[in-house]
């Protein structure tokens, strides 16, 4: 079983900054792909960005260059620090793991255990 814990959202002014993390329990850390994912309201869930055990990565277009996702498999945690910000990156934002989701993967549904989320609000 794995649990996961995101933290770091925020009120943040367009242009802004904003690191998020999130912390896994469990086994297997270092092994586990991890996304991370948003969904804003009325919209389904997508991918944001993902890193696998080998720290291959994968971005939404969207966020490509703005968006950075890193791990430390030492600490259970991965995290995705977010530059210029855009009021359309609004959304609540969770953190997913799965062992394996392979790079390119964009489903949600490929992913075993979710956090509870975290809310990024993109505003002036």
């Known amino acids: 079983q794995v649990q996961l814990v995101e933290s770091g959202g925020d009120l943040v002014q367009p242009g802004g900054s904003l690191s998020l993390s999130c912390v896994a329990s469990g086994s297997f850390f270092g092994d586990r792909t991890m996304g991370w994912y948003r969904q804003a309201p009325g919209k389904q869930r997508e991918l944001v960005a993902l890193?696998?055990?080998?720290?291959?990565?994968t971005y939404a277009d969207s966020v490509m260059d703005r968006f950075t996702i890193s791990r430390d498999n030492t600490k259970n945690t991965v995290y995705l620090q977010m530059n210029s910000l855009k009021a359309e990156d609004t959304a609540v934002y969770y953190c997913?793991?799965?062992?394996?989701?392979?790079?390119?993967?964009?489903?949600?549904?490929?992913?075993?255990?979710w956090g509870q989320g975290t809310q990024v609000t993109v505003s002036s």
């Open positions: 997913a793991a799965d062992r394996t989701v392979v790079a390119g993967t964009r489903s949600p549904s490929a992913y075993d255990y």
């Open positions: 890193i696998t055990g080998t720290l291959t990565t």
